[in-house]
C-alpha cells in the first residue's frame, strides 16, 4: 500500500454536473480519485473522466513560463512552441500592458476583444471581466457560452425572464414525467443521466426527441426520432395536441402567463399531421408524446446542444417553453426547463459577467442604476454603457481590422469556432493575441504572449455547475514551474495596463485570496449571492444561487411565484428550414458533438489516459448508406463540406439515422469544424454546429 500523503475535497473540472470528489495525492500527484457518498450532487458517483482524467494536470508539456512569439511584429505565421522563447513574467506582463494600453489609446477601447473562461474559477472570471470593463473600458467580453447554450439563454429570457437551469439535480430521481431532447446525457452528463435512468427504474416516464440513438433512448417509453432541425414544428405540434385536446393546466395559463389567446389560436395549423411530414415522427407519436408530457402531475424538460446550437437555437427553446407554460410545469420539484449546462463553470462564469451585455448576476451594462453600482464599486472608473461584441463577431473583427487585440483565457477557439478555416485567417490578421492557458493548443500558435495559468487542482476558488450550485475547488498540488493562478495574473495585468496607461494605481487589484474576490462580488449582487461565503460552502458543501441573506436556505427550484419577467409568455413560432441542406452534391447532413472518452478541442483529454480508449476520429454511418459508400466498418473515409475536408475512420452503425453522419469535434488532425457552416442564430448569435451538407467518400 502507498501511503497518501493527503485526501482533497474539490470540484471536477470537466461538466457542468459539478461532481464533488476527493483527491489522493501522493508526491505531488493526483494517484486517485474517489467521490464522497451522501454528497450532492453525485452522491458518490463519477464517470470515467472525473474518476481518471485528471492525470492532464501532471502532463510534461504544462507551460512553465510566460511564452513570447521570437518573431514579434512579423507578419504572423502560426508557429510552434520552437517560435517562442520563455520570459519572465515582468516582461511578458509589461509587454501585454503596454500593447493593451497602446491599442486602447490609438483605436480605442472597443478595439480590444476578450473572451473569459468557462474552465476558470468565479474569482477569476469576475476578475477578468473587471479588468475589462474597468480598466480596458470595454464591454467586448463573451466566452464559450455562445457557442453553447446561447440560444437557450436567449429563448428562455424571452419565455420568463431567466436563463439558468429552474429545478435541480437533486430531483431527478424522484421525477414523475420528463422530456430529454438534444442531449446526449449518457455521453455528456454522465452522472446526470445515472439519476435519469434511476428515474425510469422508479417507474417514471421518459420521452426522448433525438434524431440520433444514444444510451437514453433506450430507457425512453417513447422515443420520438424526428429530423436534425425540425424540433420547431415537432413541438409546436405536441403543444396543438394539448390545446385541441384541452389537456393544458387552465389555472396555471390565466394566473401566470400571458399571450395564450393569440398563441393558441395561432396553433391551430400546425397540426400532428402537419408536423409528420416535416419531421418524420408519425403523427400518432406525436399525440402521445403530447398526452404523456401534458397529464402527468409533474414533468420536467431537460435539453443539450441538439436545441440550442441551431441558427434556430432561439425558437427551438421558445417551443419547449411553451409547452411547459401550457401546462404549468414550473416552479414546482420535478418540473421546469432545464438546459444542462456543459462546461464545470460555465453557469459561474455567466454568472460573473463574463458576456458582452451584463455584469454579474445578470446586471445590464445599459442600466444605468446596475452602472452606477459598478462604477462606484469599481473606484469612481466611467464604464461604457453600449453592450460588447459576442465571440463569433470579435473573431470576425479580427478579419475587417475592426479588433486589433485579443485577449483570450483558457478557451480554444482554433478549435471551437466554425468554419475554421475563416477563423484561422481572421486570427492571422489580428495584430496582438495573449493566451493565458495550462497548455499549448491550436489557438497558441497565433499568439504572441501565452501566459502559463495553473489548473483546478493547483488553486482555490469556487466553481457554479448546472443546477446553480457554487462549490469550492482546492489546491490539492503545486503548480508546475512558475504557473500562476489566472486571477494572480489579472490582477498583476491590471495594474500594470493601469500605470502604462497613465492612470492613478487604484486599489481595486489587491487581493490575498479568491475568498476576498468572491467577497467582493457578492457585495455587490448581494440578492443573488450576499448569503453565499468561503465559510458557508465549507460547512454546506455547496449552496444554490439566489441565496440573498446568511439565514436564507438557497433556492434549489425557482419560480415558485413568479417568473423575473413577470408572467410566462407565449411565442408562436414559424418552422424555417437549416441554412444549408443536402443536395445532390453534398448529399448527408453533418451532427457534430461528442463522445464520453474527450472534452472539446482535446487539450485535456488528449493528455490523459483516455486518450488510449477512443484515440482518433470517427464518423458514424448508417448501415445502408455505409452500403451504398461501399464502407466497411474500420476503412477510412473523407468528409467534405463547402469549406474543408477531413479524413476519418469509419464505424458503421445505426445510432445516426440514414442520411445523417456523426463526428464528434475533439480531434486536431480532423477537426470537424473544419467542415462546419458560421451561419448563426440571428438573436442568439450561436452557430449551428449541428446541421451543415457534406459527401462521404471511402479514402484509399
Ligand atoms: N464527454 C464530454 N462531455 C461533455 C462535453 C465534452 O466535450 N465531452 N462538453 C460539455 C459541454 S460544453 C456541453 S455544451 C455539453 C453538451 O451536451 P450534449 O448537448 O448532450 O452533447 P452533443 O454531443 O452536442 O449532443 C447533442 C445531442 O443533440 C442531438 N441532436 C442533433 N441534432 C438535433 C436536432 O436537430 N434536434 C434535437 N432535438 N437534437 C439534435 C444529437 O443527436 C445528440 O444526442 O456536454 C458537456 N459534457
Ligand atoms: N463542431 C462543434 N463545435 C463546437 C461544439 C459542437 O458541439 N460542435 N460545441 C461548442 C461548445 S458547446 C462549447 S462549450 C465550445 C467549447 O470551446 P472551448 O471552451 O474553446 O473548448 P475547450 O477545449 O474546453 O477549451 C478550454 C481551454 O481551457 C484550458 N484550461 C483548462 N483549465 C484552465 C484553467 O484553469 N485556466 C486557464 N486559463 N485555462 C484552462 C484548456 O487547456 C483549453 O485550452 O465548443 C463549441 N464548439
Ligand atoms: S459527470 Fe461531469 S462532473 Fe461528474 S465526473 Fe463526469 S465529467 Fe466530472
Ligand atoms: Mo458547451
Known sequence: MIKVDRVVRTTCPYCGVGCQMDLHIVDNHIVKVAAPFGQPPNYGQLCVKGRFGT????????????????????????????????????????????????????????????????????????LFQKFVRAVLGTNNCDHCARLCHAGSVAGLQRALGSAAMSNSIAEMPHLHTFLVTGSNTAEAHPVISLFMKKAVANGAKLIVADPRGTEMTKFATIWLRHRPGSDVALFQAMANVIVTEKLYDRAFVAARTEGFRAYSLGLAPFTPEWAEKITGVPAYAIRRAARIYAQAPSAAIYWGMGISQSTHGTQNTLSLANLALLCGHLGKPGSGLNPLRGQNNVQGASDMGGLPNVF?????????????????????????????????????????????????????????????????????????????????????????????????AEKDGTFTNSDRRVQRIRQAIDAPGQARPDWQIIADLARRTESALGRRQSAGWEYDHPSAIWHEMAALESASFGGIDYARLEREGGVHWPCPSADHPGTPYLFTERFPRGKGKFHLLAYEEAPEEPDPVYPFILSTGRVLYHWHGGTMTRRS????IYPEATVEVHPADAEKLALQEGDYAWVRSRRGRIKVKVLVTGRSPQGTVFVPFHFAEAAANELTLEQVDPVAKIPGYKICAVQVERAA
Open 55 to 126: 492525470d492532464y494536470v501532471s502532463h510534461p508539456s504544462r507551460l512553465r513560463t510566460p511564452l513570447i512569439r521570437k518573431e514579434l511584429g512579423a507578419p504572423r505565421q502560426p508557429a510552434t512552441l520552437d517560435g517562442f522563447r520563455s520570459a519572465s513574467w515582468d516582461e511578458a506582463l509589461d509587454l501585454v500592458a503596454q500593447r493593451l494600453a497602446a491599442v486602447k489609446q490609438a483605436f480605442g477601447s472597443d478595439a480590444i476583444a476578450s473572451s473569459c473562461s468557462a474552465k476558470a474559477t468565479n474569482e477569476d472570471n469576475y
Open 360 to 456: 454579474p448576476a445578470y446586471a445590464r451594462v445599459d442600466d444605468p442604476v446596475a452602472r452606477a453600482r459598478y462604477e462606484a464599486g469599481w473606484g469612481g472608473v466611467q464604464l461604457a454603457a453600449e453592450p460588447g461584441l459576442t465571440i463569433t463577431e470579435m473573431v470576425d473583427g479580427a478579419c475587417n481590422g475592426a479588433i486589433q487585440a485579443f485577449y483570450i483565457m483558457g478557451e480554444n477557439p482554433l478549435m471551437s469556432d466554425p468554419h475554421l478555416a475563416h477563423a484561422r485567417h481572421c486570427f492571422a490578421n489580428l495584430p496582438f493575441l495573449v493566451q493565458q492557458d495550462i497548455f499549448f493548443n491550436e489557438t497558441s500558435a497565433y499568439a504572441d504572449v501565452i501566459l502559463p495559468a495553473v489548473s483546478f
Open 609 to 612: 489516459m483516455l486518450d488510449r
